[in-house]
């Protein structure tokens, strides 16, 4: 099952749309803050797939929740923007509260920087900012999870199965 992860658009919607239509065969589309308007404004591209969104620091005036969990092919997913876990400084939060509500997975954004991490049970994923291009794809699959940070600019790093 993949989820198609995008973090930080800062009103660029052409990254986010190129995104999206690059990746039809995706079931959930996750946003992690910093450019819900952007996002909101892609809808249309959306019919048919799951949809999660948080709110980042720079989401003003929006109703949508800080953090979030929900369950995608029996995994279960804490999704953040980041901010109030402090991720420019350490993922050790972050994974404290992926840990405290049984999560296997924790999405974050605010860094603006790609990194996939496993740590004791956990698996720690940062898309990067969609305002440089930069997205991810998680692949959830019965052989455990595949984290690959992407860029619609064409290049691509993969990160196998933890």
């Known amino acids: 099952m993949k989820i198609l992860v995008l973090a930080d658009s800062h009103r660029d919607k052409s990254n986010m749309r190129l995104a999206i239509k690059r990746h039809t065969d995706v079931e959930s589309v996750v946003f992690l803050g910093d450019g819900v308007d952007d996002f909101d404004s892609c809808k249309e591209l ?5 949809v999660y969104a948080v709110k980042g620091n ?4 929006c109703e949508y929740d800080k953090n979030m969990i929900f369950t995608q092919n029996g995994t279960k997913i804490y999704i953040t923007h980041g901010h109030d876990e ?3 400084y350490s993922l050790d939060r972050l994974w404290l509260a992926a840990n405290e509500n049984g999560c296997k997975l924790a999405l974050y954004g605010h860094t603006h920087f790609q990194k996939a991490e496993y740590r004791d049970g956990i698996y720690l994923f940062c ?5 440089s291009g930069e997205y991810g794809i998680v692949d959830i699959t019965n052989q455990g999870i595949m984290c690959s940070e992407m860029n619609v600019h064409g290049k691509r790093n993969g990160y196998d199965s933890f």
């Open 46 to 50: 959306l019919k048919g797939k799951r």
């Open 58 to 61: 720079n989401d003003f005036y």
């Open 86 to 88: 402090h991720v420019k």
């Open 127 to 131: 898309p990067g900012s969609l305002r």
